[in-house]
């Protein structure tokens, strides 16, 4: 875990339900008490000791010494009139604000995360990275995120994408231990086919979680089809060319069975044409994965505009043409919608 954790104690929630039981053996108490309290913080989602009824009081008075439990504040929640989309501006206990959405769908309720507070990916399009990152999220961070959701709508939550703000393979080792807990058959036992995680494409990081054995589903952003239109959008492609990310979303594919999502924000007169949607095409004719379009989302900060529809269906259509798969994402919550990181970023300017 990162030094950055808030204070001295240790955070209980971001432990192991074998570390919870080596801490209780550590305390002197019986083993099983770890997978009690286990039970407790990701199962019945407590927000505090108090309501640990099986455990004796005066454990849950050493527990409160020794142990963080600081839950999630929603400090502002934002709900769709049109499709009962909501949007989360959580506070954490340093002070720091990030965003969560839920989005209701036919086939159950998905929750979209935060990784990190802030990012320094530095997208020209995306508002989160606009003032740099400011600390990676703790596990239980992003965990509470998904548990203070369901515990305010009553509704369980079947599906995460971690597509909020940050880089989650720019925290790799809390985006792993979140992974697993939350999907721990003892706790919250979201099942691992129904998470996504989402990067810009650091390619080592990629390629190591490609051999961690998990089935979930890795989303690539794209945004171009050569290196040159990509260099320009997102300043990661200085770094690894478009065949070593695609070499690695194929071995992504090739050792963990599950098809790469590839996500492709369309911007007006950038990378919107028909050459380009010719060019994506040739691109991936040997991945094993689909393509998700997204009329960007414009942000205040910078001049970029959606497409028209007609371009977007026009571009879709040549893709689907040559064979790949394709979907245009469907906008949800339009009412409520800045684009992602532009809730916190208004209320913090609020707030100056
Ligand atoms: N850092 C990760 C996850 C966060 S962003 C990543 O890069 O994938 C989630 C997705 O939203 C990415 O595909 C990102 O490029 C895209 N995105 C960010 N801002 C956007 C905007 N204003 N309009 C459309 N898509 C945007």
Redesign the pocket.
């Known amino acids: 875990m990162t030094a950055e954790m808030t204070d001295q104690k240790t955070d209980i929630r971001s432990l192991s339900r074998d570390e919870l039981t080596d801490e209780m053996t550590r305390l002197g108490q019986p083993a099983y008490r770890g997978g009690q309290i286990f039970q407790w913080l990701h199962g019945k989602l407590a927000s505090s000791f108090d309501e640990m009824s099986n455990l004796p009081l005066s454990l849950r008075e050493r527990l409160k010494q020794e142990y963080e439990l600081r839950p999630l504040r929603a400090a502002e929640v934002k709900v769709s009139a049109l499709d009962g989309t909501r949007k989360y501006l959580f506070a954490l206990s340093d002070g720091n604000v990030i965003e969560s959405v839920l989005m209701k769908y036919k086939y159950g309720n998905s929750v979209c995360i935060s ?1 990190q507070v802030g ?1 320094r ?1 530095g ?1 020209r ?4 990275t606009i003032g740099g990152r400011v600390r990676d999220l703790s596990p239980a961070e992003m965990l509470d995120q998904i548990y203070q959701i369901q515990k305010s709508t009553g509704e369980r939550v079947s599906h995460v994408v ?7 393979l720019d925290n790799y080792e809390n985006l792993l231990r979140f992974i697993r807990l939350l999907t721990d058959e003892n706790g919250f036992r979201l099942s691992q086919r129904n998470i996504t995680v ?4 650091l390619v080592p990081q990629m390629l190591r979680l490609a051999d961690e054995g998990l089935p979930v589903t890795l ?3 794209l ?1 171009a089809s050569s290196d040159e239109a990509r260099k320009k959008l ?1 300043p990661v492609a200085n770094r690894y060319r478009l065949q070593e990310v695609l070499g690695a979303c194929h071995t992504y594919f090739e050792k963990t069975g599950r098809r790469v999502s590839f ?1 492709y ?1 369309l911007v007006k007169g950038v990378n919107d044409s028909l050459a380009e949607a010719s060019a994506l095409a040739a691109l991936l004719k040997d991945q094993h994965g689909h393509v998700n379009l ?6 205040r900060e910078r001049d ?1 505009r959606q497409p028209e529809r007609k371009t977007v269906e026009a571009f879709k259509n040549c893709l689907e043409k040559n064979g790949i798969h394709v979907t245009i994402r469907r906008e949800m919550g339009r009412d409520i919608h800045g ?3 532009q809730l916190r970023r208004s209320y913090m300017e609020e707030k100056e």
Do not use: K
């Not at 971690?162 to 989650?168: C, D, L, Q, V």
């Open positions: 990784s990012c990916m997208c399009f995306c508002a989160s971690i597509m909020g703000s940050g880089e989650p989402s990067t810009c494409g989303a690539l952003s945004h997102m996500e924000s997204i009329p960007v989302n414009p942000i970029f684009a992602c990181g």
